[in-house]
């Protein structure tokens, strides 16, 4: 199975940065595409950013020009640079990766416990 953990949450300034980090690591295949969501208290779980095995991205329309997300294959990790917080980006943020296990066909979705931002005005 492929496993997740992110770290990097923390308490910050508006306008601060913050860097969070997603490792998978399992008996893993293949790593595809890989990304983060966030999920604000009473709020529905939103794509923040994802990007593909092949470097494509995509982000939520309110993190355009201020969040970055990268990976890094060899060590199968995904990145999330986020710039000019905001309170509003407030959230428990889970790192997610479609895997496919050694031994195994399917491409899954994994998902990593999240990992909360706090951004005080």
């Known amino acids: 199975q492929v496993q997740l953990v992110g770290s990097g949450g923390d308490l910050v300034q508006a306008g601060g940065s913050l860097r969070l980090s997603c490792a998978a690591s399992g008996s893993i295949f293949s790593i595809g595409a890989m990304g983060w969501y966030r999920q604000a208290p009473g709020k529905q779980r939103e794509l923040v950013a994802a990007?593909?095995?092949?470097?494509?991205?995509n982000y939520a329309d309110s993190v355009k020009g201020r969040f970055t997300i990268s990976r890094d294959n060899a060590k199968n990790t995904v990145y999330l640079q986020m710039n000019s917080l905001k309170p509003e980006d407030t959230a428990v943020y889970y790192c997610?990766?479609?895997?496919?296990?050694?031994?195994?066909?399917?491409?899954?979705?994994?998902w990593g416990k999240g990992t909360l931002v706090t951004v005080s005005s």
């Open positions: 997610n990766a479609e895997g496919v296990v050694a031994g195994t066909a399917p491409l899954m979705d994994y």
């Open positions: 990007v593909t095995s092949g470097g494509s991205t």
